[in-house]
């Protein structure tokens, strides 16, 4: 599937809504599924797999993410896709960055 660019994205609503590069659609359908909406999209980061779907256990209109090793399905503030990654990331970095602190206090500590 080709990634829409930008101008595609601003197009669309928000059913509808596509991200770009480094996220990737990696929704699954029965075959019975008349729908092929993309639903889940995946981006990875180095070593970390951030998942935006969603979920059957939230409303329609909610996105949840996922870091796999980070933190388990979490539901979204957004019901933008585009806010809900741009959510997602912003959870990494925090997450990442929190433990780089504690790692460099630790260190100061028996330096």
Same mark, same amino acid.
């Given at each position: 599937?080709? +990634? !829409?660019?930008?101008?595609?994205?601003?197009?669309?609503?928000? *059913? &509808?809504?596509? +991200?770009?590069? =480094?996220?990737?659609?990696?929704?699954?359908? %029965? &075959?019975?599924?008349?729908?092929?909406? =993309? &639903?889940?999209?995946?981006?990875?980061?180095?070593?970390?797999?951030?998942?935006?779907?969603?979920?059957?256990?939230?409303? !329609?209109?909610?996105?949840? %993410?996922? *870091?796999?090793?980070?933190?388990?399905?979490?539901?979204?503030?957004?019901?933008? +896709?585009?806010?809900?990654?741009? &959510?997602?990331?912003?959870?990494?970095?925090?997450?990442?960055?929190?433990?780089?602190?504690?790692? +460099?206090?630790?260190?100061?500590?028996? %330096?």
């Amino acid at each position: 599937m080709k +990634l !829409p660019t930008d101008t595609e994205n601003a197009a669309g609503s928000d *059913c &509808q809504e596509r +991200l770009v590069s =480094p996220w990737v659609d990696v929704s699954s359908f %029965s &075959q019975n599924a008349k729908d092929r909406t =993309p &639903q889940t999209w995946r981006a990875k980061f180095g070593r970390f797999d951030i998942v935006v779907t969603r979920h059957r256990d939230f409303a !329609p209109d909610e996105w949840a %993410s996922k *870091c796999y090793g980070i933190w388990d399905t979490r539901k979204m503030a957004s019901k933008s +896709l585009r806010e809900a990654a741009g &959510q997602a990331k912003a959870m990494l970095q925090a997450e990442l960055e929190t433990a780089i602190n504690a790692i +460099l206090g630790a260190n100061s500590y028996y %330096s």
